[in-house]
T-cell receptor, first 115, second 113 residues
Framework: KAGVTQTPRYLIKTRGQQVTLSCSPI?????VSWYQQTPGQGLQFLFE???????NKGNFPGRFSGRQFSNSRSEMNVSTLELGDSALYLC??????????????FGPGTRLTVL | AQSVTQPDIHITVSEGASLELRCNYS??????LFWYVQSPGQGLQLLLK??????LVQGIKGFEAEFKRSQSSFNLRKPSVHWSDAAEYFC???????????FGGGTRLMVKP
């Protein structure tokens, strides 16, 4: 089975712009979670989508949003970019059944740099 | 709310030596525990997980971890480290409410030849 894929792998934006990142989960997986990784804050949970619905949300401002499509692919959007949004954004997929914690499989990440 | 502490930010061991990475968690119920490894510029690879049952779990690459409820710990061990094990290791805890992991700060492992 193909793993989790994320596009693009690298992105450079300027402050005030917006950005959209994409994640394709492992075939058959219905849950997609997003994490932000920075040197200062470490790995932090952004949100989880399951069957096109946001099931969990972390403590991030409303500038961070996401969605999931009927084929389980997910996108996250960051509007009005700030320098502090520079990070590695990781997507993880899991089967998602039953609402309990599953094993999550991570993609390679998208490295976002905000100038 | 759950939390994870990895007390050692950096660890250096000699190749062939044994390894133990510490992880302490805080969570009210039975936790779902994970260890992931990350090489530079890469995503996270699952090493092993504990959901229930036997408290000593085996993972990939010769790693194992032991869940100790009384100590709220889930330490990762390997009997003989290889140079390719140099990476950053993350312990994580999940609640029984969907896929929302809380990660520790990570331990960076360096391996001396």
């Amino acid at each position: 089975k193909a793993g989790v894929t994320q596009t693009p792998r690298y992105l450079i934006k300027t402050r005030g712009q917006q950005v959209t990142l994409s994640c394709s989960p492992i075939s058959g997986h219905r849950s997609v979670s997003w994490y932000q990784q920075t040197p200062g804050q470490g790995l932090q949970f952004l949100f989880e989508y399951f069957s096109e619905t946001q099931r969990n949300k972390g403590n991030f401002p409303g500038r961070f949003s996401g969605r999931q499509f009927s084929n389980s692919r997910s996108e996250m959007n960051v509007s009005t970019l700030e320098l502090g949004d520079s990070a590695l954004y990781l997507c993880a997929s899991s089967p998602g059944q039953g609402g309990r914690t599953d094993t999550q499989y991570f993609g390679p990440g998208t490295r976002l740099t905000v100038l | 709310a759950q939390s994870v502490t990895q007390p050692d930010i950096h660890i250096t061991v000699s190749e062939g030596a044994s390894l133990e990475l510490r992880c302490n968690y805080s969570y009210g119920a039975t936790p779902y525990l994970f260890w992931y490894v990350q090489s530079p510029g890469q995503g996270l690879q699952l090493l092993l997980k504990y959901f229930s049952g036997d408290t000593l779990v085996q993972g990939i690459k010769g790693f194992e971890a032991e869940f100790k409820r009384s100590q709220s710990s889930f330490n990762l061990r390997k009997p003989s480290v290889h140079w390719s094990d140099a990476a950053e290791y993350f312990c994580a805890v999940g609640a029984n409410a969907g896929n929302m992991l809380t990660f520790g700060g990570g331990t960076r492992l360096m391996v001396k030849p």
